[in-house]
């Protein structure tokens, strides 16, 4: 598998239940540390609201995920905003949810639905788009060899990512993981040429 999908840039959503408001937004993340500054930022952001829940996924194969009901009753909030996620099959997205108080509980089942709709609303707001996992590779070879290199490059279609051109050359190309096979046995065919990496 290196194909996920996620969301292409930040999107909102809302939805009001017994004068309950719900302010939900589903933003792209790649680390921990962004969700956390994210996170934080948001609290602070949305200080006089009751609540700011999240959930958030990270990585290709979407075992890295982590649930905060921030004061809700434990699982009304952050699992059913992380079902959300899920059940669009998606990562590297962060769904924080704040909930202003209206003044009437919504009991737990309530609750759940309340978080799941808002979770929904931002995910429907946003452009989902599908990215391949990559993989890099360096290698280094010499100056004559660069038209065998380039014939590579133009079969395969890498990205360039970095290229020094001296006596000795230095060449980062990232590919699809499923084609990087492909890619190196490519490569070790020139003569002389050395994988880095």
Do not use: W
Not at 3 to 30: D, H, M
Not at 35 to 44: F, G, I, N, P
Not at 124 to 129: D, K, L, V, Y
């Amino acid at each position: 598998m290196d194909l996920y999908k996620t969301i292409k840039e930040k999107a909102e959503g809302t939805y009001s239940e017994k004068r309950s408001k719900f302010l939900a937004f589903a933003i792209p993340v790649s680390t921990v540390d962004e969700v956390k500054q994210l996170v934080a930022e948001y609290q602070k952001k949305y200080y006089d609201a009751r609540h700011v829940c999240y959930a958030y996924m990270l990585g290709a194969e979407r075992t890295e995920f982590r649930t905060n009901d921030n004061g809700e009753p434990s699982g009304t909030a952050g699992k059913p905003i992380l079902g959300q996620i899920n059940s669009n099959e998606l990562t590297n997205i962060l769904i924080i949810v704040v909930r202003y108080f209206g003044g009437i509980k919504l009991g737990t089942s309530g609750l759940i639905i309340a978080y799941r709709m808002a979770a929904a609303e931002a995910i429907n707001a946003a452009e989902i788009i599908e990215k391949t996992v990559d993989e890099d590779v360096t290698f280094m070879f010499e100056y004559p060899l660069m038209n065998d290199v380039m014939k590579v490059v133009k079969d395969l279609e890498p990205e360039i990512v970095s290229q020094q051109f001296d006596m000795d050359c230095q060449m980062t190309l990232r590919i699809r993981k499923g084609e990087m096979e492909r890619l190196k046995e490519r490569l070790e065919k020139i003569e002389t040429l050395r994988i880095t990496d």
